[in-house]
């Protein structure tokens, strides 16, 4: 009869914060947002209070956390709590919400598109959205497009109002990004480079296939790397440790490869406490007194000699375009990857010939995208008033209201169209 609990309750969709339940079981926020026990037991609620709640209110469409606090005045007796809610719902649930896993793009990634699977017929209804770096600014997926990103979550909202009748179905999102700097747009090149390999065989022939959107205005070349095999050098002494800090020359200075390199203290590896000058082949540490350090390591990288592929053959699919790209060196390497150079363009539309004007405002498509926004219109050679056009957001097609039958011409500027690499595969053989 001595023991006391009370309770707070949070709805986490306000933001996480904390409120006490009114007996009317609608929710009030208490003024010490950050909790202890001291404070939820002198403001909490209730054991009294909840149990003669009939209805909770403040619970309905929300997940909820509690934080419950005991105390007990004889020290003999431990106080415990069972806790339980009874839900009930006096209506057919047609909406559902679901949320994806939270997705790691990488360090300065930019969203290119998001793409979704579903499936409704008969009302049903699927809205998708997307959350940056766990952000609580769910957007609506198409205003997430160009925008950079950490980390992306998703949240679909599934309606089908007619039960037996309604479907919507929500299959799966396919997440476009680039990661890094290999996103242009423009003019200009750019790069993308896979991870290098160690074969440990003679290689002499590359293939390449690259998934990408359909080029516009841009094009695309494929380079490999063919390397000769490098050495290694396990066990090499460095010296004894007195506790202070030491700069150890490797005995094979030129070529190091950074992730080969091991360091061990009296024969056990150590993960940190140590740095690498690949350049000058030199390791720098404080290994403790009397301990005997020892250093793996590869040596003899080359520089990578990049050679270009021969094109072969471009495939078009349904989603995407298929480029294959050969080719075959006459002296055999060991260490190989693949590079990808992307070049776009810039250049000018001089009265472009769009059609006929019709009376009202009608969407023409043009020949490259507008640089800027900027762009000239003339209505059968004399220049159509900037209040009668306007630029899509695509950048490609443009609105214009015209008299009917005029002859319509553009001038502007123009871009090319970011290209974008879904993937690619490097496939070396003997």
Not at 143 to 154: D, F, P, R, S, Y
């Amino acid at each position: 009869p001595n023991d006391t609990t009370d309770v707070y309750v949070s709805d986490t969709a306000a933001a996480g914060q904390w409120f006490k339940l009114k007996s009317s079981g609608y929710a009030q926020p208490v003024d010490n947002q950050d909790l202890n026990f001291e404070s939820v037991l002198e403001n909490g609620n209730t054991i009294s209070e909840l149990a003669n709640l009939s209805s909770i209110p403040a619970f309905v469409g929300y997940r909820v956390r509690v934080a419950i606090a005991l105390f007990s005045s004889d020290i003999n007796s431990v106080p415990a709590v069972k806790f339980s809610l009874k839900a009930i719902n006096t209506t057919q649930q047609t909406i559902k919400t679901e949320y994806s896993p939270l997705y790691e793009l990488g360090e300065n990634a930019q969203i290119i598109n998001i793409i979704a699977d579903t499936q409704t017929q008969n009302g049903g209804n699927i809205a998708i959205y997307g959350s940056i770096d766990e952000s609580d600014d769910w957007q609506l997926i198409n205003n997430l497009i160009g925008k950079n990103a950490k980390t992306l979550q998703l949240r679909a909202t599934l309606s089908a109002p007619q039960i037996n009748s309604s479907t919507a179905i929500f299959n799966n999102a396919k997440i476009i990004y680039s990661s890094g700097s290999g996103i242009i747009s423009g003019s200009g090149l750019s790069e993308i480079v896979s991870k290098t390999h160690n074969w440990y065989k003679p290689v002499k022939h590359a293939r390449v296939v690259v998934k990408h959107a359909p080029f516009i205005e841009s094009s695309m070349k494929v380079y490999a790397s063919f390397r000769a095999l490098p050495s290694m050098c396990l066990n090499e002494t460095l010296g004894t440790g007195d506790g202070k800090l030491h700069t150890y020359q490797l005995n094979n200075p030129n070529g190091v490869n950074l992730e080969s390199v091991k360091i061990y203290y009296d024969g056990t590896q150590i993960f940190s406490g140590y740095e690498v000058n690949c350049e000058v082949g030199r390791v720098t540490c404080t290994p403790p007194a009397g301990v005997l350090v020892t250093c793996d390591y590869e040596y003899g990288w080359s520089n990578e000699n990049w050679r270009e592929l021969d094109f072969m053959q471009l495939t078009r699919k349904p989603d995407y375009d298929e480029s294959e790209y050969y080719l075959r060196v006459d002296e055999a390497g060991y260490i190989c990857a693949v590079k990808i150079a992307l070049q776009t363009k810039t250049g000018t539309a001089t009265n472009e010939l769009l059609g006929k004007g019709t009376g009202y405002a009608t969407t023409y498509k043009l020949n490259h995208l507008v640089r800027d926004g900027e762009i000239t219109i003339l209505a059968n050679n004399s220049n159509l008033d900037a209040k009668n056009f306007n630029v899509l957001e695509d950048g490609q097609f443009i609105k214009i209201a015209a008299p009917n039958g005029a002859t319509l011409k553009a001038n502007y500027s123009w871009i090319s169209e970011t290209p974008i690499i879904y993937e690619f595969h490097g496939v070396f053989s003997e």
